[in-house]
């Protein structure tokens, strides 16, 4: 019998993701993106690529994982959102003014 096919998982996309040099976490503050001593407003960013993960047994256990980078600064990161009632209206409000790529 076939091993069947294993969905990716947050931890295991972040880790990928590290690997690839998006080593910052990025939160929402003040409608920009921080990270440490690092800020960033929509200007000086873009949505590389978008992940969406789905819980297994609990359907508001969903999240959304950009990964971002900032040719203005020379960092790449990640910020992590919860998607539906548990959404981040912050998160939210600020990636609508990007060119958000569709999930994958």
């Given at each position: 019998?076939?091993?069947?096919?294993?969905k990716?998982?947050?931890?295991?996309?972040?880790?990928?993701?590290?690997?690839?040099?998006?080593?910052?976490?990025?939160?929402?503050?003040?409608?920009?993106?921080?990270?440490g001593?690092?800020?960033?407003?929509?200007?000086?960013?873009e949505?590389?690529?978008?992940?969406?993960?789905?819980?297994?047994?609990?359907?508001?256990?969903?999240?959304?994982?950009?990964?971002?980078?900032?040719l203005?600064?020379?960092?790449?990161?990640?910020?992590?959102?919860?998607?539906?009632?548990?959404?981040d209206?912050?998160?939210?409000?600020?990636?609508?003014?990007?060119?958000?790529?569709?999930?994958?």
């Amino acid at each position: 019998m076939a091993n069947p096919i294993e969905k990716p998982t947050l931890v295991g996309t972040l880790n990928k993701l590290k690997d690839e040099g998006f080593t910052h976490d990025f939160n929402i503050h003040n409608n920009q993106l921080k990270s440490g001593d690092i800020t960033l407003s929509p200007k000086e960013f873009e949505i590389v690529k978008v992940y969406r993960f789905e819980g297994a047994s609990d359907p508001d256990d969903n999240s959304v994982l950009y990964a971002i980078k900032s040719l203005h600064h020379d960092v790449k990161g990640t910020l992590i959102n919860a998607y539906g009632t548990y959404a981040d209206d912050n998160a939210d409000d600020l990636l609508r003014q990007l060119d958000t790529p569709v999930p994958e």
